[in-house]
Each structure stands twice: as C-alpha cells, then as structure tokens.
C-alpha cells in the first residue's frame, strides 16, 4: 500500500506570486482534503475532493483553488500570494464511505511567503 | 459550523506518569473523533479515533473515551515516555459521509522528561 506523498517538500515565492502544490493520494483512496497549518496552530480545512469534483470548501478566498485528476490526485493553486499565506500545507487521503472518516496525511509542503 | 476547543496547550510528565488531553465540540452532528500525533517537522499520525456509538477505546498505553451529552471527549496515556513527547491534536467530523472535513483542536504539546 502507498502512503500519501506531496511535492515539492518546501517552496520558497514572493508576493503576488502563484503556487502549484501536488498530492498523491494513498492507493485506493477516492478522497482528497488539503489543510492549511500555520506555525503553532492546528490544521485549517481548504477544501475537499471527491471523485474529481470540490465538495466543501472552508473559510479561504477563491484564489486558493483545486483539482483532482481521474488517478485521484490533486493539486492546490494559490494566486496572488499574500506573507499570511506562509504555512505548512497538507493534504489528506480518504475513502469515507468505506473507513468512515479516517483520513492519512502526506508529509506536507512547507511554503514561504517573502 | 463545528468548534474544538482543546485543553491544556502544553503538558509536562515525569517518565511514567500518566496525560490526559481534553477536548470540547460544538455540533451534535459530530459523530467521529481522531486524535493525531505530529512531531517536529512531521506529519500528523492518526493514533486512535472512536466513533459516537462507543463510548471507550483502547489501544495499548492509548485510551480515548467520549461523552457526547456533555460534546467532550478525552485522550489518556498511561506510562508515558520521552518517545511520546509531540504535539497532539483532536479533531471532529461528521464520519460515513463525503462531507468528512476535519475540524482540529489548536494542540497540545506533551513533553515527557526522563
């Protein structure tokens, strides 16, 4: 069974720039959830992926978008990055009506807004 | 929307001793409880979860138990050891459906002194 991978591991962009994160979700798992976790706090829900399509979004502006592709994989777009947009961004796979909610992380994205 | 509220933020043992991590949420309609283990630079790791039909779980040194009238649930460690010492989070969702986000705690960090 493959875990859950992310790349590129860290990230370093200037304001106003654009970011392309990607996440390989565990083998088998259908469902895709990226997290935003600040320094010191608990991990943010950005939104969710199902079956290639956005199903639930938390509080974050639209220019944080997504993808899933049909291997379920995904990507998270950031547009017009902001300093507050400096954090460690995960994603996480799951198969929720199967395993109920249990969802398994990748190592993240450390990114860093100058 | 959902609220965790997690108590203490940081916790100091004695090698041995027992932890007791406590958290409170808000929507009634939470019905799955994971706690994750993240140390430094790392991702979160599920450690045990328990869903609303049960009131207790153990799993080795690592107990959850949940009391949905009063929304809290808690997390125990008993015989702790340095190897425990990271930052843990609860978290809350709604588990059987594809509207599994999570809604973390802001963590706890546990540190065990030898």
């Known amino acids: 069974e493959t875990g859950v991978t992310q790349s590129p591991t860290h990230l370093i962009k200037t304001r106003g720039q654009q970011v392309t994160l990607r996440c390989s979700s565990q083998?088998?798992?259908?469902?895709v959830s990226w997290y935003q976790q600040a320094l010191g706090q608990g991990p943010q829900f950005i939104f969710q992926?199902?079956?290639?399509?956005?199903?639930g979004r938390g509080n974050f502006p639209p220019r944080f978008s997504g993808l899933q592709f049909p291997n379920y994989s995904s990507e998270l777009n950031v547009n017009a990055l902001e300093l507050d947009d400096s954090a460690l961004y995960l994603c996480?796979?799951?198969?929720?009506?199967?395993?109920?909610?249990?969802?398994?992380f990748g190592p993240g994205t450390r990114l860093t807004v100058l | 929307g959902e609220n965790v509220e997690q108590h203490p933020s940081t916790l100091s043992v004695q090698e041995g001793d027992s932890a007791v991590i406590k958290c409170t949420y808000s929507?009634?309609?939470?019905?799955?409880f994971p706690w994750y283990k993240q140390e430094l630079g790392k991702r979160p790791q599920l450690i045990i979860d328990?869903?609303?039909?049960?009131g207790e779980k153990k799993d080795q040194r690592i107990a959850v138990t949940l009391n949905k009238t009063a929304k809290h649930f808690s997390l125990h460690i008993t015989e702790t050891q340095p190897e425990d010492s990271a930052v843990y989070f609860c978290?809350?969702?709604?588990?059987?459906?594809?509207?599994?986000?999570?809604?973390f705690g802001r963590g706890t960090q546990l540190t065990v002194w030898p």
């Open positions: 996480a796979s799951s198969l929720p009506l199967v395993s109920y909610n249990e969802q398994f």
């Open positions: 978290a809350a969702s709604i588990g059987g459906s594809t509207l599994g986000r999570l809604y």
């Open positions: 929507d009634s309609a939470s019905n799955y």
């Open positions: 328990i869903r609303s039909n049960v």
């Open positions: 083998s088998g798992h259908n469902t």
């Open positions: 992926y199902y079956r290639e399509e956005e199903n």
